[in-house]
Protein backbone atom coordinates (compact mmCIF):
# COMPACT_ATOMS: atom_id res chain seq x y z
CA UNK A 1 0.00 0.00 0.00
CA UNK A 2 1.60 3.84 -1.03
CA UNK A 3 2.11 5.47 2.29
CA UNK A 4 1.74 9.53 2.25
CA UNK A 5 2.32 11.92 4.93
CA UNK A 6 -0.56 13.36 4.35
CA UNK A 7 -4.10 12.35 2.11
CA UNK A 8 -6.31 14.86 1.90
CA UNK A 9 -10.23 14.67 1.07
CA UNK A 10 -11.44 16.99 -1.36
CA UNK A 11 -10.30 19.51 -3.64
CA UNK A 12 -12.08 22.58 -2.83
CA UNK A 13 -10.26 25.75 -2.51
CA UNK A 14 -9.13 24.80 1.21
CA UNK A 15 -8.17 21.47 0.83
CA UNK A 16 -5.72 23.21 -1.85
CA UNK A 17 -4.71 25.51 0.61
CA UNK A 18 -3.95 22.33 3.29
CA UNK A 19 -1.98 20.57 0.28
CA UNK A 20 0.34 23.66 -0.94
CA UNK A 21 1.21 24.61 2.59
CA UNK A 22 1.98 21.00 4.03
CA UNK A 23 4.14 19.95 0.15
CA UNK A 24 5.83 23.55 0.34
CA UNK A 25 6.97 22.18 4.19
CA UNK A 26 8.06 18.95 2.13
CA UNK A 27 5.76 16.52 3.10
CA UNK A 28 4.54 14.01 0.63
CA UNK A 29 0.66 14.98 -0.28
CA UNK A 30 -2.09 13.03 -2.19
CA UNK A 31 -5.04 14.67 -2.67
CA UNK A 32 -8.77 13.49 -4.16
CA UNK A 33 -11.00 15.01 -5.74
CA UNK A 34 -14.13 13.29 -6.62
CA UNK A 35 -15.34 15.80 -9.19
CA UNK A 36 -13.41 16.36 -12.49
CA UNK A 37 -12.32 19.90 -11.49
CA UNK A 38 -10.41 21.59 -8.48
CA UNK A 39 -11.70 24.08 -6.05
CA UNK A 40 -14.82 22.78 -5.42
CA UNK A 41 -17.81 25.65 -4.72
CA UNK A 42 -15.06 28.37 -5.74
CA UNK A 43 -14.95 27.48 -9.11
CA UNK A 44 -15.88 29.06 -12.72
CA UNK A 45 -18.08 27.52 -15.18
CA UNK A 46 -18.87 27.77 -18.97
CA UNK A 47 -22.22 27.46 -17.38
CA UNK A 48 -24.50 28.32 -20.92
CA UNK A 49 -24.09 26.20 -23.67
CA UNK A 50 -22.47 28.04 -26.67
CA UNK A 51 -21.59 30.95 -24.29
CA UNK A 52 -18.42 32.83 -23.59
CA UNK A 53 -18.93 33.62 -20.41
CA UNK A 54 -17.35 32.20 -17.41
CA UNK A 55 -19.42 32.84 -14.66
CA UNK A 56 -18.76 32.04 -10.63
CA UNK A 57 -20.93 29.67 -10.54
CA UNK A 58 -21.03 29.60 -6.78
CA UNK A 59 -19.77 31.69 -4.72
CA UNK A 60 -18.55 35.30 -5.91
CA UNK A 61 -16.78 37.58 -3.77
CA UNK A 62 -14.06 37.23 -1.40
CA UNK A 63 -13.19 39.28 1.78
CA UNK A 64 -11.94 36.76 3.97
CA UNK A 65 -8.67 35.20 2.03
CA UNK A 66 -6.00 36.66 3.86
CA UNK A 67 -3.21 38.46 1.89
CA UNK A 68 -0.99 36.25 4.08
CA UNK A 69 -1.44 32.93 2.65
CA UNK A 70 -1.63 34.87 -1.30
CA UNK A 71 2.34 36.35 -0.34
CA UNK A 72 2.85 32.80 1.38
CA UNK A 73 1.94 30.90 -1.29
CA UNK A 74 3.05 33.04 -4.46
CA UNK A 75 -0.71 33.65 -5.54
CA UNK A 76 -1.65 35.18 -8.68
CA UNK A 77 -5.20 36.71 -7.22
CA UNK A 78 -6.35 39.81 -8.02
CA UNK A 79 -9.35 41.11 -5.84
CA UNK A 80 -11.32 44.29 -7.55
CA UNK A 81 -12.67 46.56 -5.03
CA UNK A 82 -16.11 48.14 -5.72
CA UNK A 83 -17.31 51.70 -5.67
CA UNK A 84 -20.52 51.05 -4.89
CA UNK A 85 -21.05 49.46 -1.12
CA UNK A 86 -24.85 48.94 -2.28
CA UNK A 87 -28.40 50.09 -3.56
CA UNK A 88 -31.08 49.35 -2.19
CA UNK A 89 -34.66 50.47 -3.25
CA UNK A 90 -37.20 51.51 -1.53
CA UNK A 91 -40.10 48.42 -1.93
CA UNK A 92 -42.69 51.04 -0.92
CA UNK A 93 -41.43 54.57 -2.57
CA UNK A 94 -39.64 55.83 -5.73
CA UNK A 95 -36.00 56.39 -4.25
CA UNK A 96 -33.83 54.50 -3.24
CA UNK A 97 -30.19 54.27 -0.68
CA UNK A 98 -27.25 54.22 -2.65
CA UNK A 99 -23.92 54.30 -0.44
CA UNK A 100 -20.80 55.49 -2.57
CA UNK A 101 -17.62 54.84 -1.37
CA UNK A 102 -16.29 57.73 -3.33
CA UNK A 103 -19.15 60.22 -2.76
CA UNK A 104 -19.41 61.05 0.94
CA UNK A 105 -22.14 63.77 0.23
CA UNK A 106 -24.33 62.34 -2.01
CA UNK A 107 -24.21 59.10 0.20
CA UNK A 108 -24.98 61.69 3.37
CA UNK A 109 -28.36 62.91 0.88
CA UNK A 110 -29.16 59.23 0.38
CA UNK A 111 -30.03 58.34 3.56
CA UNK A 112 -31.45 61.48 4.77
CA UNK A 113 -34.31 60.68 2.94
CA UNK A 114 -34.99 57.93 4.85
CA UNK A 115 -33.83 59.32 8.44
CA UNK A 116 -31.91 62.40 9.49
CA UNK A 117 -30.26 60.00 11.56
CA UNK A 118 -28.84 57.10 10.17
CA UNK A 119 -25.86 58.14 8.06
CA UNK A 120 -24.04 59.53 11.78
CA UNK A 121 -25.43 55.94 13.02
CA UNK A 122 -24.22 54.01 9.96
CA UNK A 123 -20.77 55.64 10.30
CA UNK A 124 -20.81 55.06 14.21
CA UNK A 125 -21.83 51.21 13.49
CA UNK A 126 -19.34 50.72 10.92
CA UNK A 127 -16.34 52.30 12.89
CA UNK A 128 -17.36 49.30 15.45
CA UNK A 129 -16.98 46.80 12.85
CA UNK A 130 -14.03 48.19 11.93
CA UNK A 131 -12.70 47.86 15.29
CA UNK A 132 -13.57 44.52 15.60
CA UNK A 133 -12.19 43.72 12.20
CA UNK A 134 -8.44 45.31 12.78
CA UNK A 135 -8.09 43.56 16.21
CA UNK A 136 -9.74 40.27 15.07
CA UNK A 137 -8.76 39.13 11.31
CA UNK A 138 -5.00 39.29 12.46
CA UNK A 139 -5.68 36.49 14.67
CA UNK A 140 -7.39 33.78 11.97
CA UNK A 141 -4.31 32.45 11.00
CA UNK A 142 -3.37 32.34 15.00
CA UNK A 143 -3.79 29.26 17.18
CA UNK A 144 -7.45 30.07 18.69
CA UNK A 145 -7.87 32.78 21.49
CA UNK A 146 -10.02 32.03 24.28
CA UNK A 147 -13.42 34.23 24.93
CA UNK A 148 -11.78 36.15 27.47
CA UNK A 149 -8.85 37.31 25.73
CA UNK A 150 -10.75 38.17 22.94
CA UNK A 151 -13.17 40.04 25.10
CA UNK A 152 -9.62 41.67 26.30
CA UNK A 153 -8.95 42.32 22.63
CA UNK A 154 -12.45 44.05 21.42
CA UNK A 155 -13.59 45.89 24.44
CA UNK A 156 -16.91 47.26 25.05
CA UNK A 157 -17.46 45.77 21.47
CA UNK A 158 -17.52 42.30 22.53
CA UNK A 159 -21.01 42.76 24.36
CA UNK A 160 -22.47 44.21 21.59
CA UNK A 161 -21.64 42.23 18.89
CA UNK A 162 -20.91 38.69 20.66
CA UNK A 163 -23.38 38.82 23.08
CA UNK A 164 -26.54 40.43 22.45
CA UNK A 165 -28.39 39.58 19.13
CA UNK A 166 -27.82 41.65 16.58
CA UNK A 167 -30.69 42.34 15.27
CA UNK A 168 -31.54 43.73 18.30
CA UNK A 169 -28.60 45.69 18.10
CA UNK A 170 -29.19 46.98 15.07
CA UNK A 171 -32.80 48.13 16.06
CA UNK A 172 -31.84 50.05 18.50
CA UNK A 173 -28.81 51.72 15.70
CA UNK A 174 -30.91 52.73 13.35
CA UNK A 175 -34.36 53.88 12.50
CA UNK A 176 -35.26 53.82 9.29
CA UNK A 177 -36.26 50.50 8.54
CA UNK A 178 -34.77 49.88 4.98
CA UNK A 179 -31.00 50.93 6.45
CA UNK A 180 -31.73 48.01 9.35
CA UNK A 181 -32.52 45.94 6.82
CA UNK A 182 -29.21 46.67 4.54
CA UNK A 183 -27.13 45.96 7.68
CA UNK A 184 -29.35 43.04 8.96
CA UNK A 185 -29.10 40.92 5.64
CA UNK A 186 -25.33 40.34 6.55
CA UNK A 187 -26.65 38.40 9.08
CA UNK A 188 -28.46 36.45 7.24
CA UNK A 189 -26.43 34.89 4.26
CA UNK A 190 -27.21 31.09 4.09
CA UNK A 191 -28.35 31.29 7.31
CA UNK A 192 -32.00 30.31 8.45
CA UNK A 193 -32.49 32.65 11.58
CA UNK A 194 -34.96 34.96 12.69
CA UNK A 195 -33.74 38.91 13.27
CA UNK A 196 -33.85 38.76 16.93
CA UNK A 197 -31.66 35.52 16.75
CA UNK A 198 -31.38 34.22 20.63
CA UNK A 199 -29.34 31.49 19.16
CA UNK A 200 -26.81 34.10 18.32
CA UNK A 201 -26.59 32.32 14.64
CA UNK A 202 -26.75 35.34 13.09
CA UNK A 203 -24.65 37.08 14.88
CA UNK A 204 -21.63 34.86 13.90
CA UNK A 205 -22.83 35.01 10.27
CA UNK A 206 -22.87 38.35 10.71
CA UNK A 207 -19.64 38.70 11.84
CA UNK A 208 -17.98 36.78 9.35
CA UNK A 209 -19.44 39.38 6.59
CA UNK A 210 -17.58 42.57 8.50
CA UNK A 211 -14.14 41.37 9.46
CA UNK A 212 -12.40 40.09 6.02
CA UNK A 213 -9.09 41.83 5.48
CA UNK A 214 -9.44 44.15 8.77
CA UNK A 215 -12.39 45.84 6.60
CA UNK A 216 -15.32 43.81 6.08
CA UNK A 217 -14.76 44.86 2.21
CA UNK A 218 -15.59 42.16 -0.35
CA UNK A 219 -13.99 42.27 -3.61
CA UNK A 220 -14.91 40.73 -6.82
CA UNK A 221 -11.96 38.47 -8.26
CA UNK A 222 -10.19 38.78 -11.33
CA UNK A 223 -11.26 36.64 -13.43
CA UNK A 224 -13.84 35.11 -11.68
CA UNK A 225 -13.87 32.25 -8.52
CA UNK A 226 -12.27 29.94 -10.63
CA UNK A 227 -8.98 31.86 -10.66
CA UNK A 228 -8.68 32.08 -6.92
CA UNK A 229 -9.01 27.99 -7.22
CA UNK A 230 -6.94 27.50 -10.17
CA UNK A 231 -3.88 29.58 -8.70
CA UNK A 232 -3.85 27.76 -5.27
CA UNK A 233 -3.72 24.21 -7.25
CA UNK A 234 -1.17 25.98 -9.56
CA UNK A 235 1.09 26.72 -5.79
CA UNK A 236 0.23 23.19 -4.66
CA UNK A 237 1.67 22.02 -7.99
CA UNK A 238 4.43 23.54 -7.87
CA UNK A 239 5.18 22.49 -4.49
CA UNK A 240 4.69 18.74 -5.39
CA UNK A 241 1.33 17.61 -3.93
CA UNK A 242 -0.19 15.26 -5.84
CA UNK A 243 -3.81 16.45 -7.19
CA UNK A 244 -6.19 13.50 -8.21
CA UNK A 245 -9.33 14.61 -9.46
CA UNK A 246 -12.60 11.98 -10.48
CA UNK A 247 -10.90 10.20 -7.16
CA UNK A 248 -14.21 9.61 -5.31
CA UNK A 249 -12.82 8.56 -1.41
CA UNK A 250 -14.86 5.40 -0.02
CA UNK A 251 -14.15 5.14 2.87
CA UNK A 252 -10.93 6.44 5.95
CA UNK A 253 -10.04 3.51 8.69
CA UNK A 254 -9.19 4.88 12.40
CA UNK A 255 -5.63 4.02 11.33
CA UNK A 256 -6.18 5.98 8.39
CA UNK A 257 -6.09 3.94 5.08
CA UNK A 258 -7.89 5.91 2.93
CA UNK A 259 -9.86 3.88 -0.39
CA UNK A 260 -10.69 5.39 -3.08
CA UNK A 261 -12.56 5.03 -6.30
CA UNK A 262 -10.61 5.96 -9.36
CA UNK A 263 -11.37 5.19 -13.42
CA UNK A 264 -13.99 2.41 -11.87
CA UNK A 265 -10.78 1.00 -9.50
CA UNK A 266 -10.57 0.41 -6.09
CA UNK A 267 -7.20 2.06 -4.35
CA UNK A 268 -6.39 1.53 -0.82
CA UNK A 269 -3.21 4.03 0.64
CA UNK A 270 -2.56 5.29 4.01
CA UNK A 271 -1.03 8.35 5.91
CA UNK A 272 0.25 9.59 8.79
CA UNK A 273 -2.46 12.48 9.05
CA UNK A 274 -5.31 12.63 6.90
CA UNK A 275 -7.13 16.22 6.28
CA UNK A 276 -10.90 16.26 5.79
CA UNK A 277 -11.87 18.94 2.91
CA UNK A 278 -15.19 18.02 3.03
CA UNK A 279 -17.94 18.55 5.51
CA UNK A 280 -18.54 16.73 8.93
CA UNK A 281 -21.96 15.39 8.10
CA UNK A 282 -19.98 13.52 4.77
CA UNK A 283 -17.03 12.77 6.87
CA UNK A 284 -19.08 11.21 9.11
CA UNK A 285 -20.61 8.62 6.42
CA UNK A 286 -16.62 7.54 5.38
CA UNK A 287 -15.36 7.47 9.12
CA UNK A 288 -18.81 6.34 11.23
CA UNK A 289 -16.95 6.91 14.52
CA UNK A 290 -17.33 10.88 13.72
CA UNK A 291 -20.97 11.95 14.23
CA UNK A 292 -23.21 13.50 11.81
CA UNK A 293 -24.82 17.31 12.81
CA UNK A 294 -27.57 18.75 12.00
CA UNK A 295 -27.59 21.25 9.53
CA UNK A 296 -29.38 23.09 6.42
CA UNK A 297 -28.61 25.64 4.05
CA UNK A 298 -31.18 28.17 3.57
CA UNK A 299 -30.47 30.08 0.18
CA UNK A 300 -31.52 30.35 -3.84
CA UNK A 301 -28.36 31.01 -6.40
CA UNK A 302 -29.85 32.10 -9.72
CA UNK A 303 -27.00 32.64 -12.08
CA UNK A 304 -28.11 34.73 -15.42
CA UNK A 305 -26.51 36.50 -18.57
CA UNK A 306 -28.15 39.45 -19.70
CA UNK A 307 -28.11 41.60 -22.88
CA UNK A 308 -28.13 44.42 -20.69
CA UNK A 309 -28.77 46.13 -17.53
CA UNK A 310 -32.39 46.23 -16.71
CA UNK A 311 -33.98 49.82 -16.22
CA UNK A 312 -34.75 50.80 -12.69
CA UNK A 313 -37.94 52.25 -11.74
CA UNK A 314 -35.85 54.96 -9.92
CA UNK A 315 -34.26 57.10 -11.94
CA UNK A 316 -32.26 59.21 -9.47
CA UNK A 317 -29.78 56.26 -9.62
CA UNK A 318 -27.96 54.80 -13.02
CA UNK A 319 -28.00 51.07 -13.75
CA UNK A 320 -24.27 51.05 -13.45
CA UNK A 321 -24.13 52.71 -10.17
CA UNK A 322 -27.74 50.72 -8.65
CA UNK A 323 -25.45 47.02 -10.04
CA UNK A 324 -21.93 48.39 -9.32
CA UNK A 325 -22.29 47.21 -5.88
CA UNK A 326 -24.74 44.71 -4.05
CA UNK A 327 -27.90 45.68 -4.73
CA UNK A 328 -30.83 44.59 -2.54
CA UNK A 329 -34.39 43.95 -3.31
CA UNK A 330 -36.93 43.53 -0.65
CA UNK A 331 -34.64 43.34 2.14
CA UNK A 332 -35.86 45.47 4.59
CA UNK A 333 -36.04 44.94 8.29
CA UNK A 334 -39.53 43.87 8.49
CA UNK A 335 -39.28 42.04 5.04
CA UNK A 336 -36.63 39.82 6.49
CA UNK A 337 -38.39 39.30 9.44
CA UNK A 338 -41.54 38.11 7.44
CA UNK A 339 -39.92 36.09 5.10
CA UNK A 340 -38.55 34.12 7.83
CA UNK A 341 -41.98 33.47 9.49
CA UNK A 342 -43.34 32.12 5.87
CA UNK A 343 -40.64 30.05 5.18
CA UNK A 344 -40.71 28.41 8.76
CA UNK A 345 -44.88 27.92 7.88
CA UNK A 346 -43.70 26.10 4.66
CA UNK A 347 -43.99 29.03 2.34
CA UNK A 348 -41.83 30.64 -0.64
CA UNK A 349 -41.58 33.97 1.00
CA UNK A 350 -43.37 36.60 -1.39
CA UNK A 351 -41.79 38.69 -2.06
CA UNK A 352 -38.58 37.23 -1.85
CA UNK A 353 -35.48 38.88 0.03
CA UNK A 354 -32.69 38.95 -3.08
CA UNK A 355 -29.58 40.53 -3.01
CA UNK A 356 -27.85 40.85 -6.59
CA UNK A 357 -24.27 40.94 -7.87
CA UNK A 358 -22.58 42.02 -11.25
CA UNK A 359 -19.53 40.64 -12.32
CA UNK A 360 -18.90 41.73 -15.57
CA UNK A 361 -19.58 45.83 -14.46
CA UNK A 362 -16.10 45.55 -12.49
CA UNK A 363 -14.32 42.79 -14.08
CA UNK A 364 -15.73 42.20 -18.14
CA UNK A 365 -12.45 39.84 -18.54
CA UNK A 366 -15.11 36.75 -17.72
CA UNK A 367 -16.60 37.50 -20.98
CA UNK A 368 -14.86 37.07 -24.58
CA UNK A 369 -14.91 39.98 -26.57
CA UNK A 370 -17.52 39.48 -29.09
CA UNK A 371 -20.12 39.44 -26.08
CA UNK A 372 -18.55 41.78 -24.19
CA UNK A 373 -19.02 44.26 -27.38
CA UNK A 374 -22.64 43.59 -27.30
CA UNK A 375 -22.76 45.10 -23.86
CA UNK A 376 -23.87 42.00 -22.42
CA UNK A 377 -23.94 41.57 -18.62
CA UNK A 378 -23.80 38.82 -15.82
CA UNK A 379 -26.00 38.88 -13.19
CA UNK A 380 -25.58 36.99 -9.69
CA UNK A 381 -28.86 36.47 -7.32
CA UNK A 382 -28.47 35.06 -3.95
CA UNK A 383 -32.04 35.05 -2.88
CA UNK A 384 -32.28 34.68 1.70
CA UNK A 385 -34.86 32.63 3.48
CA UNK A 386 -35.26 29.73 1.35
CA UNK A 387 -34.07 26.91 4.44
CA UNK A 388 -33.63 23.38 2.73
CA UNK A 389 -36.92 22.29 5.09
CA UNK A 390 -38.92 23.52 1.71
CA UNK A 391 -37.36 21.25 -0.63
CA UNK A 392 -39.28 18.04 1.66
CA UNK A 393 -42.48 20.29 0.94
CA UNK A 394 -42.32 21.36 -2.50
CA UNK A 395 -40.23 18.53 -4.16
CA UNK A 396 -36.64 19.47 -5.94
CA UNK A 397 -38.01 20.60 -8.99
CA UNK A 398 -40.83 21.98 -8.21
CA UNK A 399 -39.45 24.40 -5.52
CA UNK A 400 -36.65 25.36 -7.96
CA UNK A 401 -39.41 26.30 -10.56
CA UNK A 402 -41.41 27.85 -8.18
CA UNK A 403 -37.80 30.17 -6.75
CA UNK A 404 -37.17 31.15 -9.75
CA UNK A 405 -40.35 32.92 -10.21
CA UNK A 406 -39.99 34.34 -6.96
CA UNK A 407 -36.61 35.57 -7.70
CA UNK A 408 -37.76 37.22 -10.87
CA UNK A 409 -40.94 38.80 -9.27
CA UNK A 410 -39.13 40.00 -6.87
CA UNK A 411 -36.21 41.39 -9.01
CA UNK A 412 -39.11 43.19 -11.16
CA UNK A 413 -40.72 44.86 -8.24
CA UNK A 414 -37.89 47.60 -8.64
CA UNK A 415 -37.02 47.33 -12.17
CA UNK A 416 -38.80 49.62 -14.88
CA UNK A 417 -39.04 46.59 -17.67
CA UNK A 418 -39.21 42.78 -17.07
CA UNK A 419 -35.97 40.94 -16.60
CA UNK A 420 -37.48 38.28 -18.76
CA UNK A 421 -36.93 40.68 -21.58
CA UNK A 422 -33.02 40.98 -21.23
CA UNK A 423 -32.46 37.70 -20.68
CA UNK A 424 -29.54 36.46 -22.73
CA UNK A 425 -30.56 33.38 -25.89
CA UNK A 426 -28.04 31.06 -26.14
CA UNK A 427 -27.36 29.64 -29.51
CA UNK A 428 -29.72 26.05 -28.65
CA UNK A 429 -32.41 28.73 -28.13
CA UNK A 430 -32.54 28.28 -24.27
CA UNK A 431 -32.43 31.28 -21.97
CA UNK A 432 -29.00 31.78 -19.72
CA UNK A 433 -30.47 31.34 -16.73
CA UNK A 434 -29.89 28.75 -14.25
CA UNK A 435 -31.44 28.15 -10.80
CA UNK A 436 -29.58 26.04 -7.76
CA UNK A 437 -31.58 25.17 -4.51
CA UNK A 438 -30.10 23.49 -1.29
CA UNK A 439 -31.15 20.35 -3.21
CA UNK A 440 -28.99 21.41 -6.16
CA UNK A 441 -26.24 21.91 -3.79
CA UNK A 442 -26.25 19.02 -1.96
CA UNK A 443 -26.07 16.93 -5.24
CA UNK A 444 -23.19 18.92 -6.93
CA UNK A 445 -20.81 19.75 -4.35
CA UNK A 446 -21.98 17.75 -1.42
CA UNK A 447 -22.67 20.53 0.70
CA UNK A 448 -24.94 19.43 3.26
CA UNK A 449 -28.98 20.71 3.16
CA UNK A 450 -27.16 22.82 0.96
CA UNK A 451 -25.09 24.85 3.46
CA UNK A 452 -22.95 26.57 1.87
CA UNK A 453 -20.38 26.79 5.11
CA UNK A 454 -20.53 23.28 5.55
CA UNK A 455 -21.06 23.64 9.16
CA UNK A 456 -23.02 26.05 11.41
CA UNK A 457 -20.60 29.30 11.77
CA UNK A 458 -18.48 28.78 14.99
CA UNK A 459 -16.89 31.90 17.42
CA UNK A 460 -13.28 32.56 16.20
CA UNK A 461 -12.11 31.61 20.29
CA UNK A 462 -12.82 28.17 22.17
CA UNK A 463 -14.73 28.55 25.80
CA UNK A 464 -12.13 29.64 28.60
CA UNK A 465 -12.66 26.17 30.47
CA UNK A 466 -11.82 24.16 26.92
CA UNK A 467 -9.06 22.06 25.76
CA UNK A 468 -6.20 23.32 24.19
CA UNK A 469 -3.66 20.68 24.75
CA UNK A 470 -3.14 19.55 21.26
CA UNK A 471 -1.98 20.90 17.91
CA UNK A 472 -5.74 20.31 16.85
CA UNK A 473 -7.60 21.63 19.48
CA UNK A 474 -5.41 24.84 19.27
CA UNK A 475 -5.69 25.52 15.47
CA UNK A 476 -9.72 24.38 15.70
CA UNK A 477 -9.31 22.00 13.26
CA UNK A 478 -9.70 18.64 15.50
CA UNK A 479 -12.33 16.10 14.25
CA UNK A 480 -11.77 13.51 17.78
CA UNK A 481 -10.48 11.55 15.38
CA UNK A 482 -6.19 10.64 15.97
CA UNK A 483 -4.52 12.26 13.01
CA UNK A 484 -7.24 13.44 11.02
CA UNK A 485 -8.21 16.56 10.67
CA UNK A 486 -10.79 19.17 9.22
CA UNK A 487 -9.20 21.49 6.64
CA UNK A 488 -12.07 22.69 4.90
CA UNK A 489 -14.95 24.90 5.76
CA UNK A 490 -15.70 22.47 8.99
CA UNK A 491 -13.28 23.54 10.39
CA UNK A 492 -13.40 26.45 13.32
CA UNK A 493 -13.24 29.81 11.45
CA UNK A 494 -13.93 28.14 8.23
CA UNK A 495 -16.85 28.50 6.27
CA UNK A 496 -16.54 31.20 3.11
CA UNK A 497 -13.50 31.79 0.28
CA UNK A 498 -10.94 32.34 3.33
CA UNK A 499 -8.43 29.20 3.07
CA UNK A 500 -8.52 29.40 6.90
CA UNK A 501 -9.28 25.65 7.23
CA UNK A 502 -6.62 25.05 4.66
CA UNK A 503 -3.99 26.91 6.33
CA UNK A 504 -4.65 26.05 10.22
CA UNK A 505 -5.03 22.21 9.23
CA UNK A 506 -1.39 22.32 7.62
CA UNK A 507 -0.33 24.44 10.56
CA UNK A 508 -1.24 21.78 13.15
CA UNK A 509 0.22 19.16 11.17
CA UNK A 510 3.47 20.61 11.32
CA UNK A 511 3.27 21.22 15.17
CA UNK A 512 2.09 17.91 15.82
C1 LIG B 1 -24.09 29.37 -3.91
C2 LIG B 1 -22.93 29.71 -3.01
C3 LIG B 1 -22.52 31.03 -2.92
C4 LIG B 1 -21.47 31.37 -2.08
N1 LIG B 1 -21.00 32.65 -2.08
C5 LIG B 1 -19.85 32.94 -1.43
C6 LIG B 1 -19.19 34.18 -1.63
O1 LIG B 1 -19.58 35.00 -2.45
N2 LIG B 1 -18.06 34.41 -0.92
C7 LIG B 1 -17.54 33.51 -0.03
O2 LIG B 1 -16.53 33.80 0.61
N3 LIG B 1 -18.15 32.30 0.15
C8 LIG B 1 -19.26 32.00 -0.55
N4 LIG B 1 -19.81 30.75 -0.44
C9 LIG B 1 -19.22 29.78 0.49
C10 LIG B 1 -17.92 29.20 -0.05
O3 LIG B 1 -18.01 28.98 -1.42
C11 LIG B 1 -17.60 27.87 0.64
O4 LIG B 1 -17.71 28.01 2.04
C12 LIG B 1 -16.20 27.42 0.29
O5 LIG B 1 -15.96 27.50 -1.10
C13 LIG B 1 -15.97 26.02 0.80
O6 LIG B 1 -14.67 25.63 0.43
P1 LIG B 1 -14.04 24.28 0.93
O7 LIG B 1 -12.73 24.12 0.26
O8 LIG B 1 -14.03 24.26 2.42
O9 LIG B 1 -15.05 23.13 0.49
P2 LIG B 1 -15.82 22.83 -0.88
O10 LIG B 1 -15.63 23.92 -1.86
O11 LIG B 1 -17.20 22.47 -0.49
O12 LIG B 1 -15.06 21.58 -1.44
C14 LIG B 1 -15.26 20.27 -0.97
C15 LIG B 1 -14.85 19.34 -2.09
O13 LIG B 1 -14.87 17.99 -1.61
C16 LIG B 1 -15.29 17.18 -2.67
N5 LIG B 1 -15.75 15.89 -2.12
C17 LIG B 1 -16.88 15.66 -1.40
N6 LIG B 1 -16.97 14.34 -1.07
C18 LIG B 1 -15.86 13.74 -1.57
C19 LIG B 1 -15.38 12.40 -1.57
N7 LIG B 1 -16.06 11.41 -0.96
N8 LIG B 1 -14.22 12.13 -2.20
C20 LIG B 1 -13.51 13.12 -2.81
N9 LIG B 1 -13.94 14.41 -2.86
C21 LIG B 1 -15.09 14.72 -2.23
C22 LIG B 1 -16.39 17.98 -3.33
O14 LIG B 1 -16.62 17.53 -4.63
C23 LIG B 1 -15.79 19.39 -3.28
O15 LIG B 1 -15.04 19.69 -4.43
C24 LIG B 1 -20.85 30.37 -1.29
C25 LIG B 1 -21.23 29.04 -1.42
C26 LIG B 1 -22.26 28.70 -2.27
C27 LIG B 1 -22.64 27.27 -2.42
Excluded at 68 to 74: S, T, V, Y
Excluded at 193 to 213: K, M, T, W
Aim: proline share 5%.
Amino acid sequence: MQHYDVVIIGGGHNALVAAAYLSKAGKSVLLLEKLDYLGGAATSSYTFEGIDAKLSRYSYLVSLLPQQIIEDLGLEITLAPRRYSSYTPNPHGASGLLVDKADRGATKDSFDAFSKKDFEAWNSFYSKTEYIAQRLFPTVLEPLKTRSEIRTLLGENFETFFERPIGDVITESFESDLVRGVVMTDALIGTFAPNSDQELDANRCFLYHVIGGGTGDWNIPVGGMGQVSGSIAAAAKRFGAELVTAAKVLSISPTREVEYELAGKHHKVNADFVLSGISKNQLSKLLPTIEPEKVQGAQVKVNMLLTRLPKLKDVSVSPEAAFGGTFHINENFEQLDAAFRAASRGEIPDPLPCEIYCHSLTDPSILGPELRATGAQTLTVFALHMPHSLVEKHGNDELREKAQLAVLKSLNSVLAEPIEDLIYRAPNGELCIETKTTQDLEDALGLPGGNIFHSPLSWPFVEDHEDLATPELRWGVATGVDRVFFCGSSAMRGGAVSGIGGHNAAMAVLES
